[in-house]
């Protein structure tokens, strides 16, 4: 998977693609608008981090690239890729349970913190993706 090189892009279908993990420097997107939202992203190889509405959805260390992400109230749905094992955190509902999927294998239900923060770790090598899908219980 490519880094999206536009930093933050609507797709076609309803979903965001965003993060550019080759970049050698901080570089920022934003008040870009979709859905009567307005995001940002700041991205680079060490960190990128997505905000709606100026509050957290998206982190990871180290850079990624996103793509289709979609949220809902009860799911959160996205293609993570990285040049290797990397961490994101997702802002979900307070001490609420989610079971996570990585290309559609459960890796188990965990429960998000009093802030609503989730972190996964996800083992990539160089060129590789993976399908995330985190559902609340």
């Known amino acids: 998977m490519a880094a999206v090189k536009e930093l933050l892009r609507a797709e076609n279908d309803g979903r965001l693609s965003f993060g550019d993990y080759t970049l050698p420097s901080k570089t920022k997107k934003d008040n870009f608008e979709f859905q009567g939202d307005i995001y940002k992203v700041k991205t680079f190889a060490e960190i990128t981090k997505l905000e709606k509405n100026g509050m957290f959805v998206y982190e990871s260390v180290p850079g990624s690239a996103v793509e289709d992400f979609r949220e809902t109230d009860r799911e959160v749905e996205f293609t993570v890729s990285a040049p290797g094992d990397v961490q994101f955190t997702l802002e ?26 989730l972190s996964v770790s996800v083992e990539l090598s160089a060129d590789q993706s993976a399908g995330v899908k985190v559902v609340k219980c």
Do not use: H, W
Not at 98 to 117: C, P, W
């Open 92 to 117: 979900l509902e307070p001490e609420s349970e989610y079971e996570v999927f990585i290309d559609g294998n459960s890796a188990g239900r965990m429960t998000t913190n009093l802030s609503g923060k």
